[in-house]
């Protein structure tokens, strides 16, 4: 098992930024995805971003341009990086990994990550 603990949420006006962590508890190994999603109050939880163990990442087109996800495999640590926000940004943040993936598609789906952190609150007022 591992788990994930994200961290650097918080409150900033539009056109701010702010940086996301996700640490995990282990070594995930050298075959995995990881990802980022956030859930707004009232809609559904959305994938924002993922890196593969490749370092190959994917966005989101509302966050395509501004948003940048990677990681630190020294420090098994996760990062969002998160520029030019707006208020449309605001939700609650949350990082999933899922290991040894065994088709890339799984890594594109909310359902396809076995692991979860609890989730970080970003709030972005214009």
């Known amino acids: 098992q591992v788990q994930l603990v994200e961290s650097g949420g918080g409150s900033v006006q539009a056109g701010g930024s702010l940086r996301l962590s996700c640490a995990a508890s282990?070594?995930?190994?050298?075959?995995?995805?990881m990802g980022w999603f956030r859930q707004a109050p009232g809609k559904e939880r959305e994938r924002v971003g993922i890196?593969?163990?490749?370092?190959?990442?994917n966005y989101a087109d509302s966050v395509k341009g501004r948003f940048t996800i990677s990681r630190d495999n020294a420090k098994n640590t996760l990062y969002l990086q998160m520029d030019s926000l707006k208020p449309e940004d605001t939700a609650m943040y949350y990082c999933?990994?899922?290991?040894?993936?065994?088709?890339?598609?799984?890594?594109?789906?909310?359902?396809?990550?076995?692991?979860w952190g609890q989730g970080t609150q970003v709030t972005v007022s214009s």
């Open positions: 282990r070594d995930i190994g050298r075959k995995y995805c």
């Open positions: 999933a990994a899922r290991i040894d993936p065994s088709f890339a598609y799984v890594c594109y789906v909310e359902g396809g990550y076995k692991h």
């Open positions: 890196i593969d163990d490749a370092g190959k990442t």
